[in-house]
């Protein structure tokens, strides 16, 4: 691949008008193989922003995908933080098409209007049923060991847990007067297609992902502070070297005195991964306390029954779904397709040789399900798309 330096300047040069695709050989095969440069290049006007993208793809992905005779891969990379703790980003890029299919990537233009504007409306496959499935919001039921249940407003973003209930602003869920609440426990719990956040009594907080579930006390009482979990949630907690906090789940126990570190163990799943993106953990597996990892940042224990694997992760493709987003990498297509089910609410069912597509790439987790789609789509010439109410079916188009 050509260093940045000499892309830049030729995509620079083709903006400007100075070559053209007639007098530049190398312009005319990185349009003839990628034509939607045409609209990427419409768009992108600053070079500082051209070349900053372009590192950032160089970073991001792996050395094999780097690694391509004299072809031109560029990505287009460009995110818009927001207040508050999510974010939403845009990700344009090219795919590689010498990958097989075994290995194609999704080059992901959600969040961008433009390419879904310039589309043929040829490519704009079951809009009506599309409409149907939207992306996720605030949605939660906060149950007490009583079997009271209250359903949480959809237009706060959390609670808090105090002498009181109450919202991130202050509005009283539940007062200590109308209820004992310092002697209850409770349970959070999400949708499909719903997320919540919560700062426990001590301080520490918890984002709680779609189809979860958090108990807790409202008050930690004893020597230790013990959550449980179900699903997927990240982390923050309140450093306290006398009272550990300890999360288990159905496959793993979680130590911690002070760090942030995201837990996904959803029961349909047959392995469960414990992230960490600051601070220091110990695991095991429920079935086998005394086989222990200790994780620093960038690490993950992977626990599938009673066994227990750490590797060296990107943290920030494993809670990138707690600042707004979701990011792949080398990810199979059934498991992308498993997580945008839990936050778009859809079924899908998928053809058996597609399940393994490795993808790759960035998405808004409130972007429009329709663009979801139609990224999915031109991931592999082979894949058909059908869409029946929620229902998403995807076959192989032989």
Do not use: C
């Amino acid at each position: 691949m050509k260093n940045i330096d000499s892309i830049v300047t030729l995509l620079k040069q083709y903006m400007g008008g100075e070559i053209s695709p007639a007098n530049s050989p190398e312009l005319q095969r990185l349009i003839e193989q990628y034509p939607v440069i045409i609209d990427i290049m419409k768009e992108v006007k600053d070079e500082e922003s051209l070349r900053k993208s372009l590192s950032n793809y160089i970073l991001y992905t792996q050395k094999e995908l780097l690694q391509f005779e004299d072809s031109i891969i560029a990505q287009i990379h460009a995110r818009h933080p927001s207040p508050a703790s999510y974010r939403q980003t845009v990700h344009k890029s090219l795919w590689k098409p010498l990958l097989t299919a075994a290995a194609a990537i999704i080059f992901v233009l959600l969040t961008g209007y433009w390419l879904w504007n310039t589309s043929p409306s040829s490519n704009r496959e079951h809009t009506s049923e599309m409409h149907t499935i939207a992306p996720g919001s605030n949605r939660a039921t906060l149950t007490f060991s009583d079997g009271k249940t209250i359903v949480l407003q959809g237009d706060k973003s959390g609670i808090k847990i105090n002498n009181d209930i109450s919202y991130q602003d202050g509005t009283i869920v539940l007062s200590d007067q109308q209820e004992k609440i310092t002697d209850r426990s409770m349970l959070l719990t999400t949708p499909r297609g719903g997320q919540y956040f919560v700062e426990l009594s001590d301080g520490s907080k918890v984002w709680l992902n779609a189809e979860s579930s958090l108990q807790y006390p409202a008050e930690f009482s004893g020597p230790t502070r013990e959550v449980k979990l179900v699903g997927e949630a990240y982390f923050e907690v309140k450093s306290n070297a006398k009272k550990p906090f300890i999360v288990t789940t159905n496959t793993e126990r979680v130590q911690v005195l002070g760090t942030h570190f995201n837990i996904n163990s959803y029961s349909d799943v047959d392995l469960s991964r414990v992230t960490l993106s600051e601070g220091k953990v110990r695991v095991a597996p429920l079935g086998n306390r005394t086989n222990t990892q200790i994780l620093t940042p960038n690490s993950q224990a992977v626990i599938k029954g009673n066994t227990i694997e750490k590797i060296t992760v990107n943290a920030d493709e494993y809670i990138a779904w707690k600042n707004g987003e979701f990011m792949f990498n080398n990810e199979s297509l059934s498991s992308v397709l498993q997580k945008l089910s839990r936050w778009y609410d859809f079924d899908y069912s998928i053809a058996p040789a597609l399940q393994d597509l490795k993808i790759w790439g960035s998405i808004s987790k409130y972007e429009n399900f329709d663009k979801v789609l139609r990224i999915i789509k031109i991931t592999d010439k082979k894949i058909k798309l059908n869409i029946k109410g929620k229902k998403v079916i995807i076959m192989e188009d032989k």
